[in-house]
């Protein structure tokens, strides 16, 4: 079920109304029933997945429970990331596999392996995959106990408002909530409403506006498209995800909240940080912990002590800057590829891993105060993220060099002889439909508007309660509207394919 | 101790911006949609220019973007060989249109009829070579033609939008089968089928057919979207707010226009009007497409260049426009196609006015009246008859 639709709407309520209503026991059940209902309006038949990974990791934690014998915990803890790993790769990267090492054998003159198959990723694989491992090695770690009652454990799998995209929880965050309903409180009703409002309004009026520009531009032979082009639509893609994803995430935390239950938050305006570091503590904060937690830490030979919730934990770190530095490239190549599966993504996972060693190194020698270190920091980091994402949404390698070398030489920037589509303007080359630049344009200016405003005017506001309430109202006055003239499912949300 | 009534203000604050704001929302909304209904397809059209689809006797013949009408009228009536003009809002766009006059379609249509043929002709606002190409295939599909003409118009080859309705087309098993034998058509099909995921991230659903088994999902939205429109008339109006959000927009981007222009001390009309590359060459692939698919029916085929104004400022690169007509005829060369210029085909003060942002009018370069169509009519007909291959002027 896709949250960006009236199915979705009609049964968030019904479901809300039934929840707050019944009992604890018939609670449980509306939560796992329901929950099954949502992801089964998309395909029943890929629950039966969903069980196979929910019913090894219950199982496999509550054997780790049961044991004390060193190797016998760790074969359940294998068993449990095999099959979980193992439904990602049989999923998600047995075609890309095959296709790559089909390529070399083309280059190498040897016999190709057939490739018949072709399989449908399970809506949300990467997702639930993930949040089902992170409580067996909570559990192995000793950090929680294991959930003996199997509904318990599938609802904190299959709770219907992160199951498909997120935000990736842990078993201590959301599990006590579920089971121990808190009491009813409107605000949190009202907070709830107010979230799902704003996510569908940065959905289907934002990111879905934004879209149809997105996609004729990478969809256009890259040779065509001079250095501004790219950048304008680096810019354009950069906000189509992260309006898409953002709202995703604010629908899955105002549904929970209305439910009564806290989920963290994903986003904290990342086009805002002042470093690359400071951005992966911004942008998909559940990913960006569970990969520190889950992948990186260990990587690096360091001992988790607790959970990053936040992106920040603690950890017994290695001295090694090498070992560390090594752990990141890889953590961010395996980053690239969760993503999807194609070099085009280990690009892009490397791309930012390289911004982030880079930060790590660099950033130590600046010795500039704040502000200006901040702002500079800002204005480095801005530009560089959103190129990053010219690889995330290119069809594919090739069309990647194209474009990143239309950036990075002058020539790339300049009308070319005998040209006479698109507009040249003093020489230089824009080849977009002329919408393109000036949502750019107008999506950079709102970003700084958005720290101006966040920073100085909100605070100011908070203070004065009618003013807050009016201000309020006025914004609302625009988003609902809006949200019912615009409200289709004509687009699914970008990580739905994650 | 607090006031019940204190208390209770308190609980309803989280509710207050929220239902308030709401209900203000959709109330300006309630207003906008008891406005008297624009006809959208009116509002490109210019000034006192308006949509003109003339019935004959016989049912329709000349239709927008649906041929669903006029096929079916055309397949009502006894056989005889037909004629598909594939046009844009020139053929329906009519300025100051009087009751009984004539748009050009249906004085060619009345012309065919009198030697025993009939005219299907199909004009969608800013139609362009791809939607023509879907278009041709659907009549084609749907009944034998004899002689197939387009119209060409420069500013028609920056388009590069594929509105529902034709996209709606593709979704027929004809349609497809025809467009698959082409490069054009396969990039068509792609396109409408493709899921909006990044490439490399595997296909959540199989949704490689066209008219694919409606899901669960799918099912129940359409069920409610129905249920909501019958119950509540302002659900019903969301198409038509968002056409007028959408024209609201364009007047404000037309104001930007005008301040550009003021900036930079540059008069509205002097600016030439860019070409996207990308669309540029996708619809001229397209119109190879057509022209292939046409000569391999055994269709006589017409394209030719649509009349401007000549006296008249082109708001486009001369060079491109040059190089427009060159590769149309050169196309027309290859697949056995007639070529005619037509832009001087229509002359004297016959031609429509748009009207700018601020109030600033300009000649419309793409409409006329009654007797521009007449003229349109006159510098067509002998080319309907007999093959041609004007020469370039």
Same mark, same amino acid.
């Given at each position: 079920?896709?949250?960006?639709?009236? %199915?979705?709407?009609?049964?968030?309520? #019904?479901?809300?109304?039934?929840?707050?209503?019944?009992?604890?026991?018939?609670?449980?059940?509306?939560?796992?029933?329901?929950?099954?209902?949502?992801?089964?309006?998309?395909?029943?038949?890929?629950?039966?997945?969903?069980? !196979?990974?929910?019913?090894?990791?219950?199982?496999?934690?509550?054997?780790?429970?049961?044991?004390?014998?060193?190797?016998?915990?760790?074969?359940?803890?294998?068993?449990?990331?095999?099959?979980?790993?193992?439904?990602?790769?049989?999923?998600?990267?047995?075609?890309?596999?095959?296709?790559?090492?089909?390529?070399?054998?083309?280059?190498?003159?040897?016999?190709?392996?057939?490739?018949?198959?072709?399989?449908?990723?399970?809506?949300?694989?990467?997702?639930?995959?993930?949040?089902?491992?992170?409580?067996?090695?909570?559990?192995?770690?000793?950090?929680?106990?294991?959930?003996?009652?199997?509904?318990?454990?599938?609802?904190?799998?299959?709770?219907?408002?992160? !199951?498909? #995209?997120?935000?990736?929880?842990?078993a201590r965050e959301v599990m006590d909530q579920l089971v121990h309903r808190p009491p009813f409180n409107s605000e949190d009703?009202?907070?709830?409403?107010?979230?799902?409002?704003?996510?569908?309004?940065?959905?289907?009026?934002?990111?879905?506006?934004?879209?149809?520009?997105?996609?004729?531009?990478?969809?256009?032979?890259?040779?065509?498209?001079?250095?501004?082009?790219?950048?304008?639509?680096?810019?354009?893609?950069?906000?189509?995800?992260?309006?898409?994803?953002?709202?995703?995430?604010?629908?899955?935390?105002?549904?929970?909240?209305?439910?009564?239950?806290?989920?963290?938050?994903?986003?904290?305006?990342?086009?805002?940080?002042?470093?690359? =570091?400071?951005?992966?503590?911004?942008?998909?904060?559940?990913?960006?912990?569970?990969?520190?937690?889950?992948?990186?830490?260990?990587?690096?030979?360091?001992?988790?002590?607790?959970?990053?919730?936040?992106? !920040?934990?603690?950890?017994?770190? %290695?001295?090694?800057?090498?070992?560390?530095?090594?752990?990141?490239?890889? %953590?961010?190549?395996?980053?690239?590829?969760?993503?999807?599966?194609?070099?085009?993504?280990?690009?892009?996972?490397?791309?930012?891993?390289?911004?982030?060693?880079?930060?790590?190194?660099?950033?130590?020698?600046?010795?500039?105060?704040?502000?200006? @270190?901040?702002?500079?920091?800002?204005?480095?980091?801005?530009?560089?993220?959103?190129?990053?994402?010219?690889?995330?949404?290119?069809?594919?390698?090739?069309?990647?060099?194209?474009?990143?070398?239309?950036?990075?030489?002058?020539?790339?920037?300049?009308?070319?002889?005998?040209?006479?589509?698109?507009?040249?303007?003093?020489?230089? @080359?824009?080849?977009?439909?002329?919408?393109?630049?000036?949502?750019?344009?107008?999506?950079?200016?709102? =970003?700084?508007? %958005?720290?101006?405003?966040?920073?100085?005017?909100?605070?100011?506001?908070?203070?004065?309660?009618?003013?807050?309430?009016?201000?309020?109202?006025?914004?609302?006055?625009?988003?609902?509207? !809006?949200?019912?003239?615009?409200?289709?499912?004509?687009?699914?949300?970008?990580?739905?394919?994650? | 101790?607090?006031?019940?009534?204190?208390? $209770?203000?308190?609980?309803?604050?989280?509710?207050?911006?929220?239902?308030?704001?709401?209900?203000?929302?959709?109330?300006?909304? +309630?207003?906008?949609?008891?406005?008297?209904?624009?006809?959208?397809?009116?509002?490109?059209?210019? $000034?006192?220019?308006?949509?003109?689809?003339?019935?004959?006797?016989?049912?329709?013949?000349?239709?927008?973007?649906?041929?669903?009408?006029?096929?079916?009228?055309?397949?009502?009536?006894?056989?005889?060989?037909?004629?598909?003009?594939?046009?844009?809002?020139?053929?329906?766009?009519?300025?100051?249109?009087?009751?009984?006059?004539?748009?050009?379609?249906?004085? &060619?249509?009345?012309?065919?009829?009198?030697?025993?043929?009939?005219?299907?002709?199909?004009?969608?606002?800013?139609?362009?070579?791809?939607?023509?190409? *879907?278009?041709?295939?659907?009549?084609?599909?749907?009944?034998?033609?004899?002689?197939?003409?387009?119209?060409?118009?420069?500013?028609?080859?920056?388009?590069?939008?594929?509105?529902?309705?034709? *996209?709606?087309?593709?979704?027929?098993?004809?349609?497809?089968?025809?467009?698959? /034998?082409?490069?054009?058509?396969?990039?068509l099909l792609a396109g409408a089928s493709r899921s909006d995921a990044p490439p490399g991230a595997r296909p959540t659903e199989? $949704?490689?057919?066209? +008219?694919?088994?409606?899901?669960?999902?799918?099912?129940?939205?359409?069920?409610?979207?129905?249920?909501?429109?019958?119950?509540?008339?302002?659900?019903?109006?969301?198409?038509?707010?968002?056409?007028?959000?959408?024209?609201?927009?364009?007047?404000?981007?037309?104001?930007?226009?005008?301040?550009?222009?003021?900036?930079?001390?540059?008069?509205?009309?002097?600016?030439?009007?860019?070409?996207?590359? *990308?669309?540029?060459?996708?619809?001229?692939?397209?119109?190879?497409? &057509?022209?292939?698919?046409?000569?391999?029916? +055994?269709?006589?085929?017409?394209?030719?260049?649509?009349?401007?104004?000549?006296?008249?400022?082109?708001?486009?690169?001369?060079?491109?426009?040059?190089?427009? $007509?060159?590769?149309?005829?050169?196309?027309?060369?290859?697949? +056995?196609?007639?070529?005619?210029?037509?832009?001087?085909?229509?002359?004297?003060?016959?031609?429509?006015?748009?009207?700018?942002?601020?109030?600033?009018?300009?000649?419309?370069?793409?409409?006329f009246t009654a007797a521009g169509h007449k003229q349109l009519y006159e510098a067509l007909r002998p080319l309907v008859t007999?093959?041609? /291959?004007?020469?370039?002027?």
């Amino acid at each position: 079920m896709t949250f960006n639709s009236l %199915t979705y709407l009609f049964f968030l309520a #019904a479901f809300a109304v039934l929840y707050w209503r019944l009992p604890r026991q018939p609670r449980l059940f509306l939560i796992f029933a329901g929950s099954l209902l949502f992801y089964g309006f998309w395909r029943f038949e890929f629950i039966a997945i969903l069980f !196979l990974s929910i019913g090894t990791d219950y199982l496999a934690a509550l054997g780790m429970s049961r044991t004390t014998v060193p190797w016998k915990r760790r074969l359940l803890l294998f068993a449990s990331l095999s099959v979980n790993l193992g439904l990602l790769v049989a999923f998600k990267y047995l075609h890309f596999v095959v296709s790559s090492v089909n390529g070399v054998s083309a280059v190498l003159g040897l016999n190709e392996i057939p490739l018949t198959l072709q399989l449908v990723l399970p809506l949300g694989i990467s997702f639930y995959t993930f949040q089902s491992i992170s409580y067996t090695v909570d559990v192995y770690r000793g950090f929680i106990r294991p959930e003996r009652n199997f509904i318990i454990f599938a609802n904190f799998v299959l709770f219907f408002p992160q !199951l498909i #995209a997120g935000p990736i929880l842990r078993a201590r965050e959301v599990m006590d909530q579920l089971v121990h309903r808190p009491p009813f409180n409107s605000e949190d009703v009202a907070e709830g409403i107010r979230r799902v409002l704003a996510g569908l309004f940065l959905k289907v009026v934002m990111a879905d506006t934004i879209a149809p520009l997105v996609d004729k531009g990478f969809a256009s032979p890259p040779e065509l498209l001079s250095g501004f082009d790219i950048w304008t639509l680096a810019l354009l893609f950069g906000f189509q995800i992260y309006f898409d994803f953002s709202a995703y995430s604010h629908i899955a935390i105002g549904s929970a909240r209305i439910l009564g239950i806290r989920f963290p938050e994903n986003f904290d305006f990342p086009y805002l940080a002042s470093s690359p =570091t400071a951005f992966w503590r911004r942008w998909h904060i559940s990913l960006g912990s569970w990969v520190r937690d889950y992948l990186y830490l260990p990587l690096s030979g360091a001992r988790v002590r607790g959970d990053s919730r936040g992106g !920040l934990g603690s950890a017994d770190l %290695t001295p090694t800057e090498g070992r560390r530095s090594m752990a990141l490239l890889v %953590t961010w190549l395996l980053m690239g590829l969760w993503h999807g599966a194609n070099w085009t993504f280990v690009v892009w996972g490397l791309w930012h891993g390289a911004l982030v060693l880079g930060h790590r190194l660099i950033g130590p020698v600046v010795s500039w105060r704040q502000p200006t @270190r901040a702002v500079f920091g800002w204005m480095v980091t801005l530009p560089l993220v959103m190129l990053g994402w010219i690889p995330f949404r290119a069809q594919n390698l090739s069309d990647v060099w194209t474009m990143l070398g239309a950036v990075i030489t002058p020539t790339g920037y300049l009308a070319r002889e005998g040209e006479h589509t698109g507009r040249i303007i003093a020489g230089l @080359r824009f080849s977009l439909e002329v919408d393109s630049y000036y949502i750019a344009a107008a999506l950079l200016a709102a =970003t700084v508007a %958005t720290f101006a405003v966040a920073r100085w005017v909100i605070p100011g506001m908070r203070q004065r309660p009618y003013l807050w309430i009016s201000a309020e109202t006025c914004a609302l006055a625009v988003v609902t509207p !809006l949200v019912f003239v615009f409200l289709r499912p004509i687009r699914q949300f970008i990580y739905f394919q994650f | 101790m607090a006031s019940p009534f204190l208390m $209770k203000a308190d609980r309803l604050r989280p509710w207050a911006p929220l239902i308030g704001g709401s209900l203000l929302g959709l109330t300006i909304l +309630g207003l906008l949609a008891s406005e008297p209904e624009q006809k959208f397809e009116d509002i490109g059209l210019g $000034k006192r220019t308006s949509s003109v689809f003339l019935p004959t006797a016989r049912g329709p013949f000349h239709c927008s973007s649906d041929p669903a009408p006029c096929i079916a009228a055309a397949l009502g009536q006894e056989p005889r060989p037909t004629t598909l003009w594939l046009g844009a809002s020139q053929l329906h766009g009519v300025n100051s249109y009087i009751p009984g006059e004539f748009t050009a379609p249906y004085l &060619l249509e009345a012309s065919l009829q009198g030697r025993g043929e009939r005219l299907i002709a199909l004009s969608p606002p800013n139609a362009n070579a791809r939607e023509h190409l *879907v278009l041709f295939e659907a009549v084609q599909g749907a009944m034998p033609l004899s002689r197939l003409m387009v119209g060409a118009v420069l500013d028609d080859a920056g388009e590069g939008l594929l509105r529902p309705s034709i *996209v709606d087309l593709m979704s027929e098993s004809p349609v497809r089968r025809a467009l698959q /034998k082409t490069s054009a058509g396969r990039l068509l099909l792609a396109g409408a089928s493709r899921s909006d995921a990044p490439p490399g991230a595997r296909p959540t659903e199989d $949704k490689s057919e066209l +008219g694919h088994e409606a899901n669960l999902q799918e099912q129940s939205e359409a069920w409610l979207d129905c249920a909501l429109g019958d119950a509540l008339p302002l659900w019903a109006a969301r198409e038509s707010i968002r056409g007028r959000i959408y024209v609201a927009l364009d007047m404000l981007r037309w104001q930007f226009i005008r301040l550009r222009s003021w900036i930079t001390g540059r008069p509205l009309d002097d600016w030439v009007t860019p070409i996207s590359p *990308v669309d540029y060459a996708a619809n001229l692939t397209a119109l190879e497409a &057509l022209a292939e698919s046409a000569q391999s029916a +055994g269709i006589e085929t017409l394209i030719y260049i649509a009349p401007r104004p000549s006296t008249d400022r082109f708001p486009y690169d001369p060079n491109l426009y040059l190089d427009f $007509k060159e590769r149309l005829s050169a196309l027309a060369s290859r697949y +056995g196609a007639s070529f005619a210029n037509l832009e001087d085909a229509v002359i004297g003060d016959v031609w429509g006015t748009f009207e700018m942002a601020g109030g600033v009018e300009r000649r419309d370069i793409f409409h006329f009246t009654a007797a521009g169509h007449k003229q349109l009519y006159e510098a067509l007909r002998p080319l309907v008859t007999r093959r041609t /291959k004007a020469p370039l002027d």
